[in-house]
């Protein structure tokens, strides 16, 4: 018996307008030319160990400290 793996399987188009990755293809300014993020850093250390459980927030945590970081070097806050 000959099985046919392929059925319903539509082979994608690939287009220059899709991004690999989640680059967005669009021209964004760099705003911090010399690239030294170090003084605008949250202050206060969030550690993520836990003794007994792994609560998965490394992910929120990494969010939160990137929009900290990029809200104290535009607003100085």
Do not use: R
């Amino acid at each position: 018996m000959n099985k046919n793996f392929n059925v319903g399987f539509i082979t994608p188009i690939i287009t220059e307008d899709n991004h690999i990755f989640g680059a967005s293809g669009i021209d964004l300014p760099v705003i911090n030319v010399g690239g030294d993020w170090s003084l605008y850093l949250p202050k206060q250390f969030e550690s993520q160990l836990q003794k007994t459980f792994d609560d998965f927030g490394c992910t929120v945590a990494g969010t939160i400290n990137a929009l900290e970081t990029l809200e104290k070097f535009l607003y100085n806050t």
